[in-house]
């Protein structure tokens, strides 16, 4: 049987009804807020093509980290700019490096945030790959090793959280390994599982000053018609001792999030992209579109796909409007 048994619209009627059978509640809890990190002093550039977000010096990252733990933001993620490029992206794990010192920075300060790096080497790396180059090829053996020394340079100064996004085979494992040999058994890894190759990375890659100098990430990242490749990522990364697991980008990618939650009982991550953000800002500030219900439904939608666990670069303006509302 159903109308005019049934009628939907009956828990539709009010707020507070509507309140009531909510199935997804957005809060600042499961959110990270990433930030670029570079070397100096009193360094605050903002990145033309994202509004709102900075390249920063460590002691400008504490500050802004202070607000981020101030509006119940629970975490951070830090991105690097190093000094000088070079072949291996040898700064990448440099005891003073701008993420090695924004980390230390912050722990001094005693904010109550968890602090996660992107372990990488695009951003330190002359001809802007996620590895090293040899006959145009980008190595993978070679590659996580160096990778693993990153993610230990950042636990050393006191990361809770590392996450390699670079995409090469085994870096799980290795990471793994070099922090177990290095007496750090209790910190987590979030897995970049499966990262698409995708255009959605534009405007971040003019932010970390990333992009390849040749070719493109296809051979590592991942293709974006594949959906059952990615549970196949996702299994491998957690076997090699994944804590969390992401899906990036997430708007174009909710499906993924949806199957991988559904077939894996680790916590499920998504990283809502630089361009996702960058096409927001640019229709608001055109007055086209209502950007705070745009952004809080954007946020729905990537949770109520699947992610417990959202990286965005709205963190910020979530948390001050969910206190607001
Ligand atoms: C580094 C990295 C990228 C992003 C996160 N880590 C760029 C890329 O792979 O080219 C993208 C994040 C964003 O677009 O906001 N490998």
Redesign the pocket.
């Known amino acids: 049987m159903t109308f005019p048994i049934h009628r939907p619209r009956r828990l539709r009627r009010t707020e507070a009804l509507r309140d009531l059978v909510r199935e997804t509640r957005v809060s600042a809890a499961g959110l990270i807020y990433?930030m670029f990190a570079c070397p100096g002093n009193k360094v605050r550039v903002e990145v033309s093509s994202m509004p709102g977000v900075f390249q920063q010096s460590p002691d400008q990252i504490v500050e802004e980290s202070r607000e981020v733990a101030d509006l119940g933001v629970p975490a951070v993620i830090l991105?690097g700019l190093p000094e000088k490029k070079d072949e291996t992206g040898s700064e990448a794990a440099s005891p003073t490096g701008a993420v090695q010192r924004s980390i230390e920075a912050i722990r001094k300060a005693k904010l109550n945030l968890v602090v996660i790096t992107?372990v990488?080497l695009?951003?330190y790396t002359s001809h802007g790959h996620?590895g090293v180059i040899k006959d145009g090829e980008v190595l993978n053996d070679p590659s996580i090793a160096l990778l693993a020394d990153a993610a230990l340079s950042h636990v050393r100064a006191g990361a809770d959280i590392v996450a390699p996004?670079?995409?090469m085979d085994g870096r799980v494992a290795a990471i793994r390994e070099k922090l177990d040999a290095n007496k750090f058994t209790d910190i987590a890894i979030l897995a970049?599982a499966a990262?698409y190759s995708?255009a959605?990375?534009?405007?971040?890659?003019e932010?970390?000053q990333?992009t390849?100098q040749f070719g493109d990430?296809r051979s590592y990242?991942m293709d974006s018609a594949n959906v059952r490749e990615a549970l196949r990522e996702v299994a491998l990364d957690i076997e090699e001792g994944a804590d969390i697991i992401m899906v990036?980008?997430a708007l174009p990618y909710l499906d993924v999030i949806a199957s991988v939650r559904e077939r894996f009982d680790v916590p499920v991550g998504a990283?809502n992209?630089?361009?996702?953000?960058s096409m927001v800002k640019a229709a608001a500030r055109n007055g086209w579109i209502d950007e705070q219900r745009i952004v809080l439904e954007i946020m729905t939608s990537i949770q109520r796909a699947g992610a417990s666990v959202v990286?965005t670069?709205h963190a910020k303006d979530v948390a001050r409007w969910l206190k607001s509302c």
Request: neutral net charge; glycine residues 2%; hydrophobic residues 25%.
């Open positions: 990433p991105f992107d990488c695009c951003e996620c996004s670079d995409m970049y990262k995708s959605f990375y534009g405007p971040f890659r932010a970390a990333s390849p990430r990242q990036k980008p990283y992209v630089s361009a996702e953000y990286l670069y």
